[in-house]
C-alpha cells in the first residue's frame, strides 16, 4: 500500500516548456488535490477532484490544468511554464463524500520544479 | 473569508523542553481543525484533528491541542519535545458542513529542538 505517489520527484524546466505532474493513489479515495507550497506561504489549493469525472479550480488556478484521468490518477499540467511557478507541488487525497467535510487529507512526497 | 494565523514563523527550543505552536482562525462559523506536521524533504502527515466534542484533542508522538471557540485558537503543545520533532508544522481549517470543505493552511511554523 503505497498511498499517495508523484512523479517525478524533481523537474528542471525552461521558460516556456510545458510539463505534467503525475499522481495517483491506492487508497480508493474519492477525492484528490493539488497544492503548491512556497516559503512563507503555506499551501495554497490549485484544483481539487471532488470525484473522478470532475474538476474544480482553486485558490490560485492560473497557468495549471488538471485532469482525473481515472479513480486512482490525478494530473496536473503546466501549459507554459513560467519562473513564477518554480515551487514544490503536493497531491493529496481523502475519502471526502460529498458533505463529509472532515475527512483527512493523505499527502504525497511533492515533485520540486525549478523554472529556469 | 476565512483565515489561519500562526503567530510564529520559527520557535527554537531545547530538547526536553515544553512548547506550544500557536494558531488562530476567523471564522463565523463552525469549523474543523488540523495540525500538518512535514519533516524535512518530506509531504504532510496528520497530527491531529478537532471535529466535535471535547475541546482537547490528542494525537500522534505526544502532541494535543485544545480547541477554543471564544478565543477562536486551536494552539498545539507537547509537554517535551525531542530532536526528532524538528518539523515545519501547519495549522488548517475546514469549514463545517462546505460541500467539499477545501483546506485552508496557515503560513507555517518551523520547529526546531535543539540539544
Known amino acids: 500500500n503505497a498511498g499517495v505517489t508523484q512523479t517525478p520527484k524533481f523537474q528542471v524546466l525552461k521558460t516556456g516548456q510545458s510539463m505534467t505532474l503525475q499522481c495517483a493513489q491506492d487508497m480508493n479515495h474519492n477525492s484528490m488535490y493539488w497544492y503548491r507550497q512556497d516559503p512563507g506561504m503555506g499551501l495554497r489549493l490549485i484544483y481539487y477532484s471532488a470525484s473522478e469525472g470532475t474538476t474544480d479550480k482553486g485558490e490560485v488556478p492560473n497557468g495549471y490544468n488538471v485532469s482525473r484521468l481515472n479513480k486512482r490518477e490525478f494530473s496536473l499540467r503546466l501549459e507554459s511554464a513560467a519562473p513564477s511557478q518554480t515551487s514544490v507541488y503536493f497531491c493529496a487525497s481523502s475519502e471526502a463524500l460529498s458533505g463529509l467535510a472532515s475527512e483527512t487529507q493523505y499527502f504525497g512526497p511533492g515533485t520540486r520544479l525549478l523554472v529556469l | 473569508a476565512q483565515s489561519v494565523t500562526q503567530l510564529d514563523s520559527q520557535v527554537p527550543v531545547f530538547e526536553e523542553a515544553p512548547v506550544e505552536l500557536r494558531c488562530n482562525y476567523s471564522?463565523?462559523?463552525?469549523?474543523?481543525l488540523f495540525w500538518y506536521v512535514q519533516y524535512p524533504n518530506q509531504g504532510l502527515q496528520l497530527l491531529l484533528k478537532y471535529l466535535s466534542g471535547s475541546t482537547l484533542v490528542k494525537g500522534i508522538n505526544g502532541f494535543e491541542a485544545e480547541f477554543n471557540k471564544s478565543q477562536t485558537s486551536f494552539h498545539l503543545r507537547k509537554p517535551s519535545v525531542h530532536i526528532s520533532d524538528t518539523a515545519e508544522y501547519f495549522c488548517?481549517?475546514?469549514?463545517?458542513?462546505?460541500?467539499?470543505?477545501?483546506?485552508?493552511f496557515g503560513k507555517g511554523t518551523k520547529l526546531s529542538v535543539k540539544p
Open positions: 488548517a481549517v475546514i469549514i463545517y458542513g462546505g460541500s467539499q470543505g477545501n483546506l485552508i
Open positions: 471564522s463565523s462559523v463552525s469549523v474543523y
